[in-house]
């Protein structure tokens, strides 16, 4: 094998393979947990199961809300520090300061798509979990709330990155565009 570096035009076509092999990944999740279910429920009548679902989509419900809210949060304080800015009296500090806005609302996109994507990932990870004890209970024949150990579905936080408020997405792009200022002065 030579040691002639890898052409340019080919790490596109690697990352693309990658993200369509981490959809598919996800899809496949996604159909497993839909057999999953639709394999539990006939069997299982248990009042506590429809409860234990019931209580998975509030959950959901919940991050889903708290995800929009960090969204708005976030857009409020993009627009304000946009609001903030003063004219600039050249056309460099102009670009700068436009340039420091948009990294803001970057980093808030950023920030936003990789939570939604952890969201995403947690729900499936945790439903399926959540299924195989479900499965596990009714061949058992523990049924669902007859004794059984009630098995719950809780959405871990999101990695450090990704769940740090849109706030502090902000605040970090704004340190990382005055680095940035003191570098190019």
């Keep these: ?27 496949g999740t996604s159909l497993r947990n839909e057999v999953g279910t ?9 009042a506590s199961l429809w409860q234990e679902l019931l209580d998975i989509q509030h959950a959901i419900l ?22 903030q800015l003063k004219m600039a009296n050249t056309l460099s500090k102009f670009v700068e ?3 420091n806005v948009v990294a803001q609302f970057n980093a808030l996109v950023a920030n936003q798509a990789a ?3 952890g969201l995403m990932e947690n729900i499936h990870v945790d439903y399926a ?4 004890q479900k499965h596990a209970q009714v061949a058992n ?4 709330g007859h004794g059984a150990a009630q098995a719950t579905l809780t959405l871990p936080a999101l990695p450090d990155a ?24």
Excluded: I
């Design 129 to 132: 979990y959540w299924l195989t």
């Design 62 to 83: 919940e991050r889903v809300a708290q995800q929009q809210q960090n969204w708005w949060d976030g857009c409020k304080d993009v627009y304000a520090e946009y609001n």
């Design 1 to 27: 094998m030579s040691n002639e570096p890898t052409p340019v035009w080919s790490a596109p076509l690697l990352r693309a393979q990658k993200m369509q092999m981490l959809a598919g990944q996800l899809v």
């Design 141 to 144: 024949g523990a049924g669902g």
């Design 38 to 46: 639709a394999t539990l429920l006939p069997m299982s009548l248990d």
């Design 97 to 99: 300061q436009e340039y």
């Design 115 to 117: 939570s939604w994507a």
């Design 162 to 185: 990704a769940s740090a408020t849109t706030s502090q997405v902000v605040t970090k792009a704004k340190a990382s565009a005055k680095a940035a200022k003191k570098v190019t002065a």
